[in-house]
Nanobody
Framework: QVQLVESGGGLVEAGGSLRLACAAS????????MGWFRQAPGKEREFVAA????????VYADSVKGRFTISRDNAKNTVFLQMNSLKFEDTAVYYC???????????????WGQGTQVTVSS
């Protein structure tokens, strides 16, 4: 059974940074793409970033390009999302996922984590 567990969320001031992590178990992590998505209150879930199994491909939503960096450590079965220059509008629950149907919207993946809250104060 595939399990994805996110961590690293919290409260941060605008302009600050956070690093999210997603630990995967239950499958051969290194052969699957991974992605991060987010859902703000009252809004639909949206794509944030994705990374291919060998880290050769990374894709970002326009809203986070240049501020967020997705990476992975296959030896530790973990994917990361480094978030810099955070804005109030980045406030959301952030989810990691694997077995992505697409690198974009609408979000579609076979497995999802439970999410971690990121709150950016203005």
């Amino acid at each position: 059974q595939v399990q994805l567990v996110e961590s690293g969320g919290g409260l941060v001031e605008a302009g600050g940074s956070l690093r999210l992590a997603c630990a995967a178990s239950g499958r051969r992590f290194s052969t699957y793409d991974m992605g991060w998505f987010r859902q703000a209150p009252g809004k639909e879930r949206e794509f944030v970033a994705a990374i291919g199994w060998s880290s050769d491909v990374t894709v970002y939503a326009d809203s986070v390009k240049g501020r967020f960096t997705i990476s992975r450590d296959n030896a530790k079965n973990t994917v990361f999302l480094q978030m810099n220059s955070l804005k109030f509008e980045d406030t959301a629950v952030y989810y990691c996922a694997t077995d992505l149907a697409r690198y974009g919207n609408p979000p579609a993946a076979k497995y999802w984590g439970q999410g971690t809250q990121v709150t950016v104060s203005s």
